[in-house]
């Protein structure tokens, strides 16, 4: 997650340094300043609501951090209960089998299972071809090693809560982390306004499709 933050911020850094390209050094310089570090222009010029800007940016990746460990604890923790209640082998799983996890009581060709799901659909699929049924079940099903199998519906519904709970906080971190984007950006369109020509931005935080869609718009 911090990965992606990275390259999104300094290719938002590079877009708004060519903005700022053809302007005096000087300025130049304190808009780059206020980008990387939010409030720092403001504060060497004496405007002391940078110091707002300075301390938000320490509270914000504290927050970011956090969200980043919780989310890491409460995977670590549905991935022990799964190995526990599911008997799932321990090793490294994608998300859509810790999802399928969640959805079914078990991984084999029994009611309930995901299996035996695999095979409707293959007869579904090729009704009168028993080859192709076959061949789509051998792609599509799981084999034994990732094979699982719950205690109970309540201990299956109890690793859901704590699937829900990690993607939680990973929604929380992904807000956070646009939240962080914008104090930066802010930062540095205050000093390219005080800085020179009195500029009107725009900028619009929100979520969507679980992803955060940060948009900005200046009228110069």
Request: some cysteine.
């Amino acid at each position: 997650m911090l990965n992606k933050f990275k390259v999104t911020f300094f290719l938002i850094l590079l877009l708004l340094l060519l903005t700022v390209s053809l302007s005096a050094e000087s300025r130049g310089v304190k808009v780059l300043k206020s980008l990387v570090v939010p409030g720092l222009s403001q504060i060497q010029d004496g405007h002391n609501y940078g110091y707002a800007m300075l301390s938000a940016e320490a509270g914000i990746i504290s927050t970011l951090f956090y969200f980043n460990e919780e989310e890491k604890l409460k995977a670590q923790k549905y991935y022990e209960y799964a190995i526990k209640f599911a008997h799932i082998e321990p090793g490294k799983y994608d998300d859509q089998y810790y999802r399928n996890l969640s959805r079914y009581n078990s991984s084999g060709f029994e009611a309930g299972g995901y299996n035996a799901k695999i095979r409707e659909e293959a007869m579904q699929l090729y009704p009168n071809d028993p080859v192709q049924q076959q061949a789509y079940i051998d792609e599509h099903c799981y084999p034994e090693e990732y094979s699982w199998n719950w205690d109970s519906l309540e201990h299956r519904r109890h690793y859901s809560q704590l699937r829900i709970q990690a993607r939680d906080l990973q929604d929380y971190g992904k807000l956070t982390m646009g939240v962080l984007i914008v104090n930066h950006l802010i930062s540095g369109i205050d000093a390219l306004r005080y800085t020179g020509k009195e500029i009107n931005p725009q900028v619009y935080l929100d979520i969507k499709d679980n992803q955060p869609l940060l948009m900005i718009s200046f009228k110069w």
